[in-house]
C-alpha cells in the first residue's frame, strides 16, 4: 500500500542551524501539508502546498519556514535558522483530489539543542 | 471559529472493557468532515475514519464504532472489547469547506489498556 515516507527519523541540531525535512508524498496525490506536535501537545497545521505554490499557511509558518517541492516527487520542510521551541514532531501529509482523507508520514522528530 | 474539543485528556480500562473517547466539534460551515485517528507510541498517525456532515449514519468496524450527532456537535469513537494494542492517543479532527482546508485537531485522548 502507499504510503507518505519522511526523511530522517530523527534529527539534531543546533540552535541557529538550518534544517530541511523531507517528504516523499503518495505518488499522484495532489494536496501537500506539513503539520507539527510539540511533545505531549497536539499536531498543529503549518502550510498546506497545492499546484506548486502554498495555498494556506498558519501564524506559526513565518519567514523562518519555507517549503519546497522540487522534483515532482519531494516535498521538504526548511528551517532557516532554528530555535529551542521548533524541538517537535514534525508531519507531512498528502492527500489526492477529490478526497478529503489526508495521510500522514511517520514523522521526524527534531531535536534542538 | 472551528474548533475540536477532546476533553478527556487520559483514560485508563482494563482489557475487554468497553470505552468510548468523547469529541465536540464547532463550526459555522454546512459543510465539513470529521476525522478519527490514531498515534501509537511509535509515533505515527494512522487515519481510521472520515464522516461528512450530511451522513449522520453510525459507521462500525469490526470493533470500533462511531457515533456522530449533529443535534450535540459531537462525534464519539467507541472501542469494545478493548486490547492493549488499542493503546494510543486517538485525535479527532476536523476540516470544512466541503474538506479543503487542513485539519484542526483536538488535544488527543491518551488510551491506556491494561492487561
Known amino acids: 500500500e502507499p504510503e507518505v515516507t519522511q526523511t530522517p527519523s530523527h534529527q539534531v541540531t543546533q540552535m541557529g542551524q538550518e534544517v530541511i525535512l523531507r517528504c516523499v508524498p503518495i505518488?499522484?496525490?495532489?494536496?501537500f501539508y506539513w503539520y507539527r506536535q510539540i511533545l505531549g501537545q497536539k499536531v498543529e497545521f503549518l502550510v498546506s502546498f497545492y499546484n506548486n505554490e502554498i495555498s494556506e499557511k498558519s501564524e506559526i509558518f513565518d519567514d523562518q519556514f519555507s517549503v519546497e517541492r522540487p522534483d515532482g516527487s519531494n516535498f521538504t520542510l526548511k528551517i532557516r535558522s532554528t530555535k529551542l521551541e521548533d524541538s517537535a514532531m514534525y508531519f507531512c501529509a498528502s492527500r489526492p483530489g477529490g478526497k478529503t482523507e489526508a495521510f500522514f508520514g511517520q514523522g521526524t522528530r527534531l531535536t534542538v539543542v | 471559529a472551528q474548533k475540536v474539543t477532546q476533553a478527556q485528556t487520559e483514560i485508563s480500562v482494563v482489557e475487554k472493557e468497553d470505552v468510548t473517547l468523547d469529541c465536540v466539534y464547532e463550526t459555522r460551515d454546512t459543510t465539513y468532515y470529521l476525522f478519527w485517528y490514531k498515534q501509537p507510541p511509535s509515533g505515527e498517525l494512522v487515519f481510521l475514519i472520515r464522516r461528512n456532515s450530511f451522513d449522520e449514519q453510525n459507521e462500525i468496524s469490526g470493533r470500533y464504532s462511531w457515533n456522530f450527532q449533529k443535534s450535540t456537535s459531537s462525534f464519539n469513537f467507541t472501542i469494545t472489547a478493548s486490547q492493549v494494542v488499542d493503546s494510543a492517543v486517538y485525535f479527532c479532527?476536523?476540516?470544512?469547506?466541503?474538506?479543503?482546508?487542513?485539519?484542526?485537531f483536538g488535544k488527543g485522548t491518551r488510551l491506556s489498556v491494561i492487561a
Open positions: 505518488s499522484n496525490h495532489l494536496y
Open positions: 479532527a476536523l476540516s470544512w469547506n466541503s474538506g479543503n482546508t487542513p485539519l484542526v
